[in-house]
């Protein structure tokens, strides 16, 4: 996974229905007048599409200059991944074919946890592809999801330490075995070893990313108090793993609303009216940012 120190990352999380594909895309337009930006939906169920008025895919579409604008199929990753899982059993254990195992293998793309991992996989895939991008901007999905996601590399690091520690030993055992037999000859490199030690190098990287000054999480409320009881939960729930909300941004404001919530207001407000217009169309995203 290349990175590159001059990008910088911005995530728009918060409850469902707050805004954040608005707020992430008002954001991307701004931007672009002075940095070159990609615009990503990572939520399932896309909005950009709607937003920007154009069909989107997987394929960055340029929407002004500067700017261009994705949505990530997360069933296409989820599907590749377990393909790629799949030819990996192949090649490792030729009996799961014999006793038809991968049918039952199949039953994994419907396993807790998969979707999560399958929008890590695109963050990834995202940071290798569009290097020369110096602003990624992530529209993530609801809340559950989204923590979810950020909480993917801690917790898979505590499996795949424990599982090199258990692996290295299996290895040495053989080793040993080998020498026995076959005398001082040089052992074949254990291939699933070196898998979890690419899976782990990977995973710290991410890991380190989502906890680095180059990421910024900006977390989406609305004058409700049901936002804001999620905001303060979400707030909790990432510094469990050390990832920090940056800005609190308060999405279809009024200028009579004052935020009274203390936890809230120790981060930077920033406060987006709420429009009279519908924001969907270039041309209305871009009068609300002059206003």
């Not at 340029?62 to 990753?77: A, R, T």
């Not at 592809?129 to 809340?143: L, N, V, W």
Request: glycine share 2%; with cysteine.
């Amino acid at each position: 996974m290349n990175d590159n120190n001059d990008r910088k990352f911005l995530f728009f999380i918060g409850k469902g229905g707050v805004g954040k594909s608005t707020v992430s895309s008002l954001t991307a337009i701004e931007l672009s007048k002075n940095k070159s930006v990609l615009l990503v939906s990572l939520d399932p169920a896309h909005n950009l599409s709607d937003i920007f008025q154009t069909q989107l895919n997987t394929k960055p579409k340029n929407i002004i200059p500067n700017l261009s604008v994705l949505e990530i199929n997360i069933s296409e990753k989820i599907k590749k991944y377990l393909s790629e899982v799949e030819n990996d059993l192949i090649k490792s254990n030729t009996y799961l074919s014999a006793f038809n195992l991968l049918e039952e293998f199949k039953i994994l793309k419907d396993s807790p946890g998969i979707e999560e991992y399958g929008i890590l996989i695109a963050f990834q895939d995202i940071l290798t592809k569009y290097s020369d991008k110096e602003i990624i901007i992530f529209d993530m999905p609801p809340t559950a999801l989204a923590l979810k996601f950020f909480k993917l590399p801690s917790i898979s690091l505590i499996w795949i330490n424990k599982l090199i520690s258990l692996r290295t030993k299996i290895k040495e055992k053989k080793e040993i075995v080998s020498r026995i037999k076959l005398g001082n000859v040089e052992v074949e490199k254990d291939k699933i070893l070196l898998k979890l030690n690419k899976q782990q190098e990977d995973y710290k990287k991410t890991e380190e990313i989502f906890r680095s000054k180059k990421t910024e999480i900006n977390l989406v409320i609305n004058t409700d108090i049901l936002s804001h009881s999620e905001a303060e939960s979400i707030i909790e729930k990432l510094n469990e793993v050390s990832v920090s909300v940056e800005n609190v941004i308060l999405n279809k404001s009024n200028p009579n609303f004052y935020l009274e919530n203390e936890s809230l207001l120790k981060y930077k407000i920033q406060n987006i009216n709420l429009s009279e217009k519908v924001l969907v169309g270039i041309k209305n995203l871009q009068e609300c940012l002059s206003l």
